[in-house]
């Protein structure tokens, strides 16, 4: 569940095509690495922010706790801990080595989806022959951070891993009805299903669907024109440009 307004990979090329989080787009920008240890979880940087996979448990550990804090924040009780799972993907941004945003981005198993405890009946719906299901869930950013990009890229590095990596079609997202309407405009997410308590944060709940055909459409379409926002009214913009995205899944393919 949102609560703010707005399985390993190798290590990136230190010299690439990479989003700058200052309103303008670089080319082949270097940056250095502090340790080999933090290099094998950085999936992208800038000069701004960086976004790394939490796949040990200090990094579940740490974005654990930011989900938490932000829940708090919103009034959501219970702790919520983000645990080590075959297949859950969950990426962390920071800013300055402060950790500022994290998302968990969850395929679809025999274990099925955690949408599946209060919205089955609906997620069963898009489950068939030929598709694959997907879902994102403990999802944090600070809103004080103010960055689109780091948003942006959090979500499109999740697009990458499930369309690309696991050839995910369809993607579903739990949030409380304030948010509905930002996801809906910003993302293209949709509705499934009525409003329903969500035991977890104990708060009411929508159940939110985005085909990945619809959203690798905007990203051709926008993604990499944050230059012109004001184009259109969504998230889209700040995603990487095609070429850019293509650089960045041809470098997490070669090392999944």
């Known amino acids: 569940m949102l609560t703010s307004e707005i399985r390993h990979i190798g290590v ?29 979880t950085i999936v992208f940087s800038t000069n701004d922010f960086r976004i790394r996979l939490a796949d040990t448990e200090v990094g579940r550990n740490s974005a654990s706790m930011l989900v938490n804090k932000m829940y708090s924040w919103r009034g959501y009780p219970g702790l919520h801990k983000i645990k080590d799972n075959p297949n859950q993907i969950t990426l962390a941004a920071s800013m300055k080595d402060t950790l ?25 719906k898009h489950r068939g022959p030929g598709s694959k299901l997907c879902e994102l869930t403990k999802l944090a950013f600070d ?5 689109p990009f780091a948003l942006a890229a959090l979500f499109h590095i999740c697009f990458i891993y ?11 997202i739990e949030v409380n009805p304030r948010h509905r309407r ?12 009525e409003l329903k308590m969500n035991p977890r944060v104990s708060a009411p709940a929508y159940l939110l669907c985005l085909q990945l055909d619809h959203m690798e459409e905007q990203i051709l379409k926008h993604g990499g024109t944050s230059d012109h926002p004001e184009l259109t009214r969504s998230l889209y913009p700040y995603f990487f440009s095609p070429r850019e995205e293509a650089g960045i899944t041809q470098r997490l393919i070669s090392n999944y």
Do not use: W
């Not at 499930?162 to 579903?172: E, G, K, L, V």
């Open 12 to 40: 990136p090329e230190r010299s690439s095509t990479i989003l700058s989080a200052d309103s303008h787009r670089r080319s082949d920008i270097g940056f250095d690495l502090a340790s080999d240890d933090e290099a094998n």
């Open 100 to 124: 500022v945003g994290t998302i968990t981005l969850s395929i679809d198993s025999a274990a099925g989806l955690m949408a599946d405890e209060i919205f089955k009946a609906e997620v069963d």
């Open 143 to 147: 809103a004080d951070a103010d960055s």
């Open 162 to 172: 499930a369309r690309r990596i696991h050839h995910c079609t369809d993607a579903f």
């Open 182 to 193: 930002y996801y809906e405009r910003m993302l293209g997410f949709k509705q499934e299903g």
